[in-house]
C-alpha cells in the first residue's frame, strides 16, 4: 500500500492531469514588503514602419518587468514629461522623471539595419540624466518578442545585479494532439513548440542548468523510460530504461548528473547517474518507495518525496544519501518538492481539504505556507530562474493549465489557452 501511494505522487497526478546599483534595493518576495524600483518605460519609436511590432514590443516589455516584481512601473502621461517619442529622450526629461521619484527611464527605437530588425534599447538614471546602459537587439519581425524579452532582462541586470527571467522558457507536457507529448514555450505562454512525436505519453520533463538539454519519461517503448533530449541538434538519447520504473528525472546544478527515481531494487528509490546514465548510485534504502528528488543550488543536498513515514512526506538528505531528515509534518500528503534556486524555500504539493494545493517551507521545516486557494488542484510546480515566480499546473478551470504566481502567492495568471490540457511544467534557468 505505502509503495501505491508514492508511484501515485510521480505518475498518477499526471494521468488524472489529462483527464481531471544593486545592494541598494531589497528586492525579497516572501513577505510581500519589498521595496520596488520605480521606473518609467516611455513610448517606443518606430523607426522601421512597422507599428504592430512597436506596439507588440512596448506591450511584451512592460509586461516583462512587471512580472520581474522588481519595478514599479509609472503611467508616462501621469508625469508630463514634454519630449519627442521618435528621438531619444534629453538629459533634461530624464531627469524631471527623476523629480517624480522614478529611478530609471527605459526608451527603446525599432529601426532596420541592413535586412535585420534592430530594437535599440537605452536605460537611463534619472537622478543623472545619463545612461545606464545602451544596448542592440537584433532579430527579425518574427522575433521582437524575444529582443524585447533581451531588453527587459538586460534592464534586470543593471539595477540587479542578476540574470532576468524573460529569456527563459517553459517546458511542459500537453495532449493537444492526442497523445501527452512535449513542448517548450516562452515563459509568458508565446511561441508553443512541440519537441516529442513519441506518440505515447510523455512526462516529468527536466531542464539542463545550460538549457540545452530536456530529461524527460516516456512510454515509447512501453515503459516509463528516461531519456534526454539535445534541443540544439534534437538528438535523443536512453538515459535508463528496461523493465520497472524509470521516472523523476532532475538534474544536478552542475549539470553532470541526474537523479531520478528507479525500481532496479523492487520498490521505487533514488539514484544518481551521469547524463549517459552510467555510474549508477544508489541514494536511498527502505520499504517505501522514495521519488521525485530535487537538488539543492549548491548541489550538497537532495529533497525527496517519500513513504517511510506511513504517508507521503518530504525529507532532505545529503548527496550521498545520509543524514535523511523529514521536513514536512502538516496534513497527510505532501509530494514533489522543487528547490529554489535562491535556496530559501522548497515548493511542494500538499493535500489541502481533499484538494491538492501548492505550498512552500523553509529546509529546515520551518514556515509551512499554502500559497493556493480555490477550485481544483493544483499541481507540479517549478521555480523560476530568479526564484521569485512559480509556475504550475490546475484544472481550476476545468482543463488543466499552466499558471503563473509570485512566489508568496499573489498575481496569479493563465499562461496557456484553455483548448487542452496542459500540466507538468519545468521552467529553464
Not at 142 to 152: C, E, N, Q
Not at 233 to 243: A, F, L, M, P
Not at 382 to 401: A, C, D, K, L, Y
Amino acid at each position: 500500500m505505502k509503495k501505491s501511494i508514492i508511484i501515485l505522487t510521480a505518475i498518477g497526478l499526471l494521468l488524472l492531469g489529462g483527464a481531471a546599483a544593486h545592494a541598494q534595493y531589497y528586492l525579497g518576495v516572501i513577505s510581500g514588503e519589498a521595496r520596488k524600483i520605480p521606473l518609467v518605460v516611455l513610448d517606443i519609436s518606430d523607426d522601421a514602419g512597422t507599428p504592430e511590432l512597436r506596439k507588440l514590443a512596448l506591450e511584451v516589455l512592460r509586461a516583462d518587468l512587471r512580472r520581474s516584481q522588481i519595478f514599479e512601473l509609472a503611467d508616462p502621461k501621469e508625469l508630463d514629461l514634454i519630449y519627442d517619442a521618435k528621438t531619444e529622450p534629453p538629459r533634461e526629461t530624464v531627469m524631471r522623471a527623476g523629480t517624480f521619484g522614478m529611478t530609471g527611464v527605459v526608451w527603446a527605437q525599432l529601426h532596420r539595419k541592413g535586412a535585420d530588425l534592430v530594437l535599440s534599447g537605452r536605460l537611463f538614471d534619472a537622478s543623472t540624466g545619463l545612461r545606464m546602459s545602451s544596448k542592440d537587439f537584433f532579430g527579425n519581425k518574427d522575433t521582437v518578442r524575444r529582443m524585447a524579452h533581451a531588453f527587459a532582462d538586460e534592464i534586470v541586470l543593471r539595477f540587479t545585479g542578476e540574470k532576468g527571467m524573460a529569456g527563459t522558457r517553459i517546458a511542459f507536457v500537453s495532449d493537444k494532439t492526442g497523445d501527452k507529448e512535449l513542448y517548450v514555450m516562452d515563459y509568458d505562454g508565446a511561441n508553443p513548440l512541440k519537441i516529442s512525436a513519441d506518440r505515447s505519453l510523455c512526462m516529468s520533463p527536466a531542464w539542463s542548468p545550460d538549457g540545452k538539454t530536456l530529461a524527460y519519461v516516456s512510454y515509447r517503448d512501453g515503459n516509463p523510460d528516461l531519456f534526454a533530449l539535445d534541443l540544439d541538434t534534437g538528438r535523443r538519447w536512453k538515459i535508463s530504461g528496461g523493465e520497472g520504473l524509470n521516472i523523476s528525472p532532475a538534474w544536478s546544478p552542475n549539470g553532470k548528473r541526474l537523479a531520478a527515481g528507479l525500481s532496479k531494487a523492487g520498490g521505487v528509490e533514488i539514484y544518481t547517474m551521469d547524463r549517459l546514465g552510467q555510474g549508477l548510485d544508489r541514494l536511498t534504502y527502505g520499504a517505501s518507495d522514495n521519488v521525485a528528488p530535487s537538488w539543492s543550488p549548491n548541489g550538497r543536498e537532495i529533497a525527496f518525496t517519500s513513504g517511510r513515514a506511513g504517508i507521503p512526506q518530504i525529507f532532505i538528505m545529503n548527496v550521498d544519501g545520509s543524514d535523511v531528515r523529514r521536513i514536512t509534518f502538516q496534513g497527510s500528503y505532501n509530494s514533489s518538492p522543487h528547490w529554489s534556486p535562491r535556496g530559501d524555500r522548497i515548493v511542494f504539493v500538499s493535500l489541502v481539504n481533499g484538494l491538492f494545493k501548492i505550498a512552500t517551507i523553509n529546509p529546515d521545516g520551518s514556515d509551512f505556507r499554502v500559497l493556493t486557494t480555490g477550485p481544483g488542484n493544483d499541481e507540479n510546480p517549478s521555480w523560476s530562474s530568479s526564484g521569485r515566480q512559480i509556475v504550475f499546473s490546475s484544472n481550476r478551470e476545468g482543463r488543466f493549465n499552466l499558471y503563473l504566481m509570485n512566489a508568496d502567492g499573489t498575481d496569479l495568471e493563465r499562461i496557456t489557452p484553455n483548448d487542452a490540457n496542459y500540466t507538468s511544467p519545468a521552467w529553464s534557468h
